[in-house]
Structures are given as structure tokens and as C-alpha cells.
Nanobody
Framework: QGQLVESGGGSVQAGGSQRLSCVAS????????IGWYRQAPGKERELVAM???????NYADSVKGRFTISRDNAKDTAYLQMNSLKPEDTAVYYC???????????WGQGTQVTVSP
């Protein structure tokens, strides 16, 4: 059974930066697209960024130019570098394989990011 474990969250002031990590186990990491998702209180979970097996990336409009997704296949790890953080970025952040996310097959515990004004 594969799993993905998120870390790196915490509290930061607006304008600050944070880097999230997602370590995979039990899967052939390099063969999968990886997405970062977030869920703010009272809101639906949304896709924030995705990186393909070919390292192509795409981003939600709300984070374009501020967030960068990357991956290190040798470490079975994906990252989300978040700069110029805003209070509206406050959420629990999750990483997942898109097909697992769509089918609700698996969700990890996530990591909380709190941005204060």
C-alpha cells in the first residue's frame, strides 16, 4: 500500500515563505504525476499545483508566480515552495497522486499552513 507523508507546515507572517515536502513510500514514485492540494476551513479541497513525470508543471491561478512545485525522484520526494504568502493561503496542504485524489482512494494527514496578516 503506497502512502505519501506531508511535512513542513507551520505559522508564518504574510509575505513570508515556506517549503513543504511530500515523501512517498510503497510506490514507484517516478512513474506518477504528483499534485499538491489544499483545504481551507469551510471550503472544498482544491488543486494548487501539479508536476508530471516529465516535470511539466501547472498551477492554480491563485498561486501562479508565488508557488513552485518540484520533485526529486532519487529521494521519492516532491516539494512545494511557497513565497509571498497571503492569509488566504491558510489551509491544510496535502500531496497526492491525481488519480488517487479523484477517486478518494487515499489522503494523507496533510500539513497545516497558517499565514497571519
Amino acid at each position: 500500500q503506497g502512502q505519501l507523508v506531508e511535512s513542513g507546515g507551520g505559522s508564518v507572517q504574510a509575505g513570508g515563505s515556506q517549503r513543504l515536502s511530500c515523501v512517498a513510500s510503497g510506490i514507484s514514485f517516478s512513474l506518477f504525476d504528483i499534485g499538491w492540494y489544499r483545504q481551507a476551513p469551510g471550503k472544498e479541497r482544491e488543486l494548487v499545483a501539479m508536476i508530471g513525470t516529465d516535470r511539466r508543471t501547472n498551477y492554480a491561478d491563485s498561486v501562479k508566480g508565488r508557488f513552485t512545485i518540484s520533485r526529486d525522484n532519487a529521494k521519492d520526494t516532491a516539494y512545494l515552495q511557497m513565497n509571498s504568502l497571503k492569509p488566504e493561503d491558510t489551509a491544510v496542504y496535502y500531496c497526492n497522486i491525481p488519480s488517487w485524489a479523484t477517486s478518494n482512494r487515499y489522503w494523507g494527514q496533510g500539513t497545516q499552513v497558517t499565514v497571519s496578516p
